[in-house]
Each structure stands twice: as structure tokens, then as C-alpha cells.
């Protein structure tokens, strides 16, 4: 009887050591989050309950404002961000992919090469760009002959942030898309050869829809990462100029643990913030999937 | 295939070639690999600029007619940032090493034995457990933040290296990539090892984990980018400078040098050697790991 137990529980010995790290950081913290917002707590003194209220700021029923106004204008720096780099970070990386499976000599070479910038850490390359854009003596402005002043006035300060994390990120999804690409069966390509089909019209009739999975998880995983956009702001531009960049990230961010460590407040715009991606992410999945059905 | 350089002149290859494609063939390829050149460059220029700078003294960085090789080639700047201890830069890359390879070594053990549950055994409620962990996904990360900072404080860990391990073990992603993988094991290779009176135990040491290597490669090197990259939670869990990681260290790191490029660039240079060299040797596994994946995902 005893060896029998024993037997059933072996699934449960295999389980258990993952289970208590997504209960206790993953499932917990949710809990904790919801319970959270819905308090006053700058974390050394005792959790005061204070309702709705917290909400209530963040969308500007009460207080002068101000708190609703920094909030939201985040939080569209965020989707500015995402609008603009998610698609940028799809479609240079396709373009890429496709010229280096055509060029086979080079191909594993090249993966590695473009490969690189993405692994060097965002602290990294916010510091080389600092000085490649810098106003007076960055090598930018002195091949352009001019002053542009890229980091500290807009609209240059995003697009030194949207050039600087499409040098960083190409890498990631070329990998990806060169990988499928290179898995599309040889017969198809050769097929649509015989066919008399141009290298663009294979390209969008046979490429395209046979990466179509690698492609719909590459765009939920940068979407999602745009969405987290954080270093970028902080360390190139400093949220900078007057909380021109300024992401929601570096707000809950400021709010929880610059100085004033608001966390009860951190915590209602943490939940708003990613009701927001996570409504924004489902909408995109399902019109892609929607797309890659028709 | 291996080339027989040795024996054929390059003539007869190009000649060979030529009569194998059309003049058109070769002129687009010509035009594409050109491109492809050009691309390489935007890529390769901004690195070599700024390692060419960490040799040039402060005052030919900022010259009106700068140079891409210095004048003089100098080391000053690397000596300065390694006798300051303001930014251990060893000691930063030394703990996000550790960490990065602890991460690893845990989360491949915790999540391919998860997966082995998942994927090979047979218990009530498996269904269901996987897919409450799968739905997590969903949660944005920026949700936990807070509350795990909260969670690791009253475990006593802030400034403690396994602040920024354990929250990473929770992650589903690999689990789920595991599980794929192990479903395609055949299970007559368990049943087989069974009747010799294997236990499970042995079953998943000895027989599947050795299948799954590949995708444990790639999951390995995906973790410990994770790992060394991570930005913002090594700043939360960490007060003191001595206990952060490169990535965070690094950035207050400019604040100290302001305008002094030539230190700038080296620290840059300095934090990217040490992933740069794991990177070249892991090159080959990691292209092959995503190959796999991709096939996976694909």
C-alpha cells in the first residue's frame, strides 16, 4: 500500500520545485498587486486602506490633476513607442532575413554578425549612442556637417530612440525569421519558379504565408517588449526633454521607488497599464490571426 | 560537403559557376550581397568608432578633425576605469556571471523536470495545472514588479545574488518549450527502460534529458541573455554598488565620466568583451538552437 502512494506522488516530486516559484513570484504577486492598489503605503509605515481612490487620481475624479495628466501622457509615450517600433522591428528584420537566406555563402556567418548588437545589454548601448549622437562632437552630426541636437530636443530625442533600438534589436526576429525561412520546403519555391513567379511574388505568396507562425510569435513577443520599454528612456534621453520620452515603465517606476516610493499608487497604474497591454495584445493576435486565416 | 581548394584553381570554379547560372542570376546576387555588405557596415561602423575612441586621448576625441585610428594610441583610459572604485566594473561583471549562470543551471534543472511531469507522466489535474501556469503569459510582467520586490525584502534577500534568480524560476516560457520537445520523444523508450526496472527518476536523468540537449542549448542561452541583460529589477533589489550587475551598474556609469568619451567608450568596451567572447564560442550551438526552435515554434 505504502509503495503504491509513492508511486502516485513521483508526478508531484517532478512538479513540485517549479510550482513553489510560480506560486510564490508569479501568482502571489498578482494578489499582492490588486491588495496593494488599493491602499496608501510608502512601504516603512503601516498599509492605510484608501479604496478607490487610487483610480480615482489616475483618471483624474480627484486631486488637481496632475498625477492623471503625467499618467497618461506615459502611457501614450508607451504606445507611440510600440506603434512605431513594433512594425520597424518586423519588417527590417524580414527584409533582412530574406536577403541573407538568399545570400548562402555568408548565411551563418551573417546570423551571428546582425546578431550582435542584441547582446550587448540596453546600458551598454545607451552609452555608445550617447556619444555617436552627441551634439558637438558625435560622429552623427560630424558627417552631417550640422548640430543636431538629438538627444535633448524633439522630435530627435525619439528618433535617436526608435534608430537606436532598431540597431539593438534587428538581430532577435532575423534570427528567428532566417531560421523559418530557411524551413520553407525547397519543393514550394521551386514549384512557384516553374510557375514563372518573380522573387517578390514568391515572397509574399510562398514566404510569407508559410513563416506565418514564427511571424504571429514574433510580433505578440515585441509588442510586448516595446510595451516594457524602459532603459531606452532612461539612460539615453533620461526621460528627457521636458517628459518628452517618458514611459509608463519609468513612471511606475519613479512613483514606487523614486524617493517617495508611492507603491500603492505604483500599483493601480501597474494594473491599469497592463490591462492596457494586455487588451492591446489580444487585439492585435486576434487581427493576425484573423488575417493569416483569409 | 568539404571544398577541394587545394586541387581546383579559382578560375575553374568561377568558370564552372558561370556556365551553371545565367547572367542575370549572377548580377542580382552581385547586387544583393553588396547590400547586404552595406547593411553589415551600419551594424559594424558605430562598434568600431567607439572602440577606436577608448584609445584616443580626451582632447583628439573632441578635435575638430577627428580621425577614425587614433594619433596616438593610448591605454589611459582603460586604467583609470579599472583603478576606480566607484565602478567596479569586475565586480559587476562578476556577479551578473553568477547569477547569469546560476539562473541556467536552476531553471534548466526546475523546468525540464516540470516539463518531464508534464509531457511523460500521467496525474490528476495535469491539464489543468499546465494551463493556469500557461495563462501567467498573459500577466504583464510590470504587474509583479512591486509586489516581488516586497516578497524578496521580507525574504531578506535585497542585495543578495538570488534576488535576481528567483523570480525568473516561475517563468513559463520554458517549461512550455521543454514540453514540446519531450512530446515528440517516442514513449517506447520509457516503457523500454521501465521494464528493465528503470525509475522514473533514472528515466528522465539517463534517457531524457541527454535527447533534449539542443533545445536545452538554445533555452540556456535565451535565459542567460535574459539574465544578463535584465535592466530594471537588479536596480530595485540592489542598494549597494558592489552587489549590482554590469547591465545595472553601468547605469550610472556615464553620469561619472560626463563628456570624457574616451573613458565612456571604454567602459562600453570593457562591459561588452566578456559576452562578446561567450557569444563567439557559443555562436555555433546558438544557430543550431534556433534552428530547432524555430522548427518548434514553426
Known amino acids: 500500500m505504502k509503495r503504491f502512494n509513492l508511486k502516485k506522488a513521483v508526478p508531484y516530486l517532478f512538479l513540485s520545485p517549479y510550482m513553489v516559484f510560480f506560486i510564490v513570484f508569479g501568482m502571489v504577486p498578482l494578489v499582492l498587486c490588486i491588495v496593494i492598489s488599493f491602499t496608501k503605503w510608502d512601504y516603512a509605515s503601516p498599509m492605510e486602506w484608501y479604496g478607490l481612490n487610487n483610480f480615482k487620481l489616475l483618471f483624474g475624479a480627484i486631486g488637481s490633476g496632475k498625477v492623471s495628466k503625467d499618467f497618461w501622457q506615459a502611457v501614450l509615450h508607451t504606445l507611440l513607442f510600440v506603434v512605431v517600433e513594433t512594425p520597424i522591428l518586423i519588417i527590417i528584420p524580414l527584409l533582412l532575413a530574406t536577403l541573407i537566406a538568399r545570400c548562402k555563402a555568408v548565411r551563418s556567418f551573417s546570423m551571428g554578425f546582425f546578431y550582435f548588437p542584441t547582446i550587448l545589454s540596453i546600458t551598454t548601448v545607451c552609452i555608445l549612442w550617447n556619444f555617436l549622437l552627441d551634439t558637438n562632437s558625435g560622429i552623427i552630426n560630424h558627417l552631417l556637417g550640422d548640430t543636431v541636437p538629438w538627444l535633448t530636443q524633439m522630435p530627435y530625442a525619439w528618433m535617436s530612440i526608435f534608430f537606436m533600438s532598431t540597431w539593438w534589436g534587428v538581430g532577435g526576429n532575423m534570427i528567428l525569421y532566417v531560421a523559418a525561412i530557411v524551413n520553407v520546403p525547397q519543393e514550394l519555391i521551386e514549384a512557384s519558379k516553374i510557375d514563372g513567379a518573380g522573387a517578390f511574388k514568391r515572397f509574399f505568396i510562398i514566404i510569407l504565408p508559410s513563416i506565418k507562425t514564427t511571424l504571429i510569435y514574433t510580433i505578440i513577443t515585441t509588442t510586448i517588449g516595446s510595451f516594457n520599454m524602459l532603459g531606452q528612456a532612461q ?57 493569416a486565416e483569409d | 560537403m568539404k571544398f577541394d ?76 576605469i579599472l583603478a576606480n572604485h566607484n565602478v567596479p566594473i569586475f565586480t559587476w561583471f562578476w556577479n551578473s556571471l553568477k547569477i547569469a549562470v546560476t539562473n541556467v543551471v536552476l531553471y534548466l534543472l526546475i523546468a525540464s523536470m516540470a516539463a518531464y511531469a508534464f509531457s511523460r507522466l500521467k496525474f490528476k489535474g495535469r491539464e489543468v495545472l499546465f494551463w493556469i501556469a500557461m495563462s501567467s503569459m498573459m500577466i504583464p510582467g510590470v504587474i509583479n514588479i512591486i509586489p516581488n520586490y516586497v516578497i524578496i525584502d521580507k525574504l531578506g534577500l535585497v542585495d543578495n ?81 558592489q552587489s549590482r550587475t554590469l547591465t545595472a551598474g553601468l547605469a550610472t556609469f556615464s553620469g561619472s565620466y560626463a563628456h570624457q568619451y574616451g573613458k565612456q567608450m571604454a567602459g562600453a568596451v570593457l562591459s561588452a568583451l566578456p559576452i562578446l567572447l561567450v557569444f563567439i564560442f557559443g555562436q555555433k550551438y546558438f544557430i543550431k538552437g534556433i534552428s530547432i526552435s524555430g522548427g518548434v515554434k514553426g
Open chain 2, 161 to 241: 545574488m538570488f534576488a535576481m534568480v528567483l523570480p525568473g524560476l516561475g517563468g513559463i516560457g520554458g517549461v512550455f518549450l521543454l514540453r514540446q520537445f519531450m512530446k515528440n520523444i517516442p514513449t517506447s523508450y520509457d516503457e523500454s527502460a521501465r521494464i528493465d526496472g528503470a525509475n522514473e527518476f533514472q528515466i528522465y536523468f539517463k534517457i531524457i534529458v541527454p535527447l533534449c540537449i539542443p533545445v536545452l542549448v538554445t533555452l540556456a542561452i535565451f535565459t542567460f541573455q535574459g539574465s544578463w541583460n535584465d535592466y530594471v529589477w537588479p536596480l530595485i533589489v540592489t542598494n549597494s554598488a
Open chain 1, 235 to 291: 539612460v539615453l534621453t533620461a526621460g528627457g526633454p521636458n517628459n518628452g520620452t517618458r514611459t509608463a515603465m519609468m513612471i511606475i517606476y519613479d512613483t514606487a521607488f523614486g524617493g517617495s516610493n508611492n507603491f500603492g499608487r505604483a500599483c493601480a497604474m501597474a494594473l491599469v497599464f497592463g490591462a492596457i497591454m494586455l487588451a492591446f495584445t489580444i487585439a492585435s493576435y486576434r487581427i493576425q490571426v484573423r488575417n
Open chain 2, 5 to 80: 581548394v587545394s586541387k581546383r584553381s579559382l578560375k575553374s570554379r568561377w568558370l564552372e559557376y558561370r556556365n551553371n547560372h545565367s547572367a542575370k542570376h549572377i548580377i542580382v546576387s552581385v547586387a544583393l550581397y553588396l547590400a547586404l555588405f552595406l547593411c553589415a557596415m551600419v551594424i559594424l561602423l558605430p562598434s568600431v568608432w567607439a572602440v577606436m575612441t577608448s584609445f584616443k586621448e580626451e582632447t583628439a576625441v573632441l578635435d575638430a578633425n577627428v580621425t577614425l585610428f587614433p594619433k596616438k594610441w593610448i591605454l589611459d583610459n582603460y586604467k583609470d
